[in-house]
């Protein structure tokens, strides 16, 4: 079954880069997808990937994907003390013809000024 | 604003009481979807709908929960008989078909029973 995992904190200095990490279950068509939450709010789509590609990048946000080892990252540059919420990692797998998307835990990133 | 509501933000209830919530898709979506996140945990997905039609639910969804969308506009999901293990945040989102890989998140309305 499908299966999202990521570490739980995360504790960088403004400035600094940030790296969360995710591990996934595997699929031959799975979209990846990194979503941000702040206190009390809803979930921000931050970027996505499909799983045919390597690598994304969209202004500070790079996503690395590595298929061999099922390894999801997000690059944060610059990290800002805006930057600080919980970000999830989300999985999708269209060809089961399911529209739901499974998340992991969620990472807490901490940014100290 | 043009993105997901969710009506109410917050309910306070006892166990035993009957609870509904409203959620407002994104105008031009036809996918709408429920999730719920408890404490510490990422989303679980509950339910999605295509326009009226209801394609798929979640063994999460027990026989107390119905959700609805009658003109594939608006949703509500109703909890009967609530449970202190209800206490969650609930979440909607809503896609374009065929674009399910950008789906946009209502805030949520936080449940709390007592």
């Known amino acids: 079954g499908e299966d999202v995992e990521q570490s739980l904190f995360l504790s960088v200095r403004e400035g600094d880069s940030s790296v969360i990490n995710c591990t996934y279950t595997d699929s031959s068509s799975t979209y990846l997808y990194w979503y941000k939450q702040e206190p009390g709010a809803g979930l921000q789509l931050l970027t996505y990937i499909f799983s045919n590609m390597d690598m994304k990048q969209d202004q500070r946000l790079t996503v690395l994907l590595n298929k061999k080892d099922k390894h999801l990252s997000l690059r944060i540059a610059d990290t800002q003390t805006g930057d600080s919420a919980i970000y999830f990692c989300a999985e999708s797998i269209p060809d089961t013809g399911r529209r739901a998307l499974t998340f992991g835990s969620g990472t807490r990133l901490q940014v100290q000024p | ?114």
Not at chain 2, 2 to 28: A, L, M, Y
Request: with cysteine; hydrophobic share 25%.
């Open chain 2, 1 to 114: 604003d043009t993105g997901v509501s969710q009506d109410p933000r917050h309910k306070i209830t006892k166990r035993g009481q009957n609870v509904t919530f409203r959620c407002d898709p994104i105008s031009e979506h036809n996918r709408l979807y429920w999730y719920r996140q408890t404490l510490g945990q990422g989303p679980e997905f509950l339910t999605y709908f295509q326009n009226e039609a209801q394609l798929e639910k979640s063994r999460l969804l027990s026989d107390r929960f119905s959700a609805e969308r009658p003109k594939g506009s608006f949703s509500t999901l109703e909890i009967q008989r609530t449970e202190q293990g209800d206490s969650a945040m609930y979440l909607c989102a809503s896609s374009l078909e065929g674009l399910d890989h950008e789906q946009f998140f209502g805030p949520g309305t936080r449940l709390t029973v007592l």
